[in-house]
């Protein structure tokens, strides 16, 4: 059980949308109390265990089964045309939402004198988006969504601007960290001494041009 325990932690970290976590976090925070969040959890463990857990029972409810059996012919075509548009309606908010978060690195940039910008050995041929480093960051690190500023993605690296006094963390945390099947390179980037350098970068890292080796 401590593999599963193990991978489910590096799924969190590596993959999960922190956005999503974070309602279901919400809701369990609300409906559990304090001083039993530990047992409940203990629980859950003991009920998958004995296979005697039924997540979407929990979800939509143990008696939609016998509800539907007392409504008439019209009145279930009635509700399962409800049940399509709301679908359709969450689906719809799935996508703005990811829209939203796809732009995200047109969000203003942070202030010059409280920001720094730091160098990440991963880029778009890796399918990389700004999202995804937003995701690594919190996850990991734990700092506020706020901290975070201007992204840019480039083919094999990407620069993060952050506030400085989260800096050092997010490298000391980050750097060797293996997210998708590699070992990231964290650090500053420094201002770019050739014109040579990728076009539309005006930064770079040490690192940058082995990194560019590499993939």
Do not use: C
């Not at 401590?2 to 799924?11: D, I, M, N, R, T």
């Not at 730091?118 to 041929?125: A, K, M, P, Q, T």
């Not at 960290?177 to 050739?194: H, P, Q």
Request: proline share 2%.
């Amino acid at each position: 059980m401590k593999e599963w325990f193990k991978a489910v932690v590096k799924k969190i970290r590596t993959e999960e949308d922190p956005f999503e976590l974070n309602r279901y976090r919400t809701l369990f925070r609300k409906n559990v109390p304090f001083t039993l969040r530990s047992y409940f959890t203990a629980y859950l463990l003991k009920e998958m265990k004995n296979g005697t857990l039924d997540g979407k029972a929990a979800f939509s409810g143990d008696n939609r089964s016998s509800r539907n059996k007392r409504l008439n012919r019209s009145e279930a075509r009635a509700a399962r045309k409800k049940e399509r548009t709301d679908e359709r309606n969450v689906r719809k908010s799935s996508v703005a939402r990811s829209v939203d978060q796809s732009n995200i690195d047109s969000r203003p940039v942070l202030a010059d004198d409280v920001s720094t910008t730091l160098f990440v050995s991963i880029g778009r041929n890796r399918r990389v988006f700004p999202r995804d480093l937003i995701g690594l960051i919190m996850q990991n690190v734990e700092i506020d969504r706020e901290h975070i500023g201007d992204i840019r993605i480039l083919d094999n690296y990407s620069f993060v601007q952050v506030i400085t006094e989260d800096a050092e963390r997010i490298i000391s945390t980050l750097n060797e960290f293996e997210y998708r099947g590699r070992r990231l390179v964290v650090s500053y980037s420094r201002k770019k001494e050739d014109a040579g350098d990728e076009a539309g970068s005006e930064e770079t890292s040490p690192e940058a041009n082995t990194t560019d080796n590499k993939e």
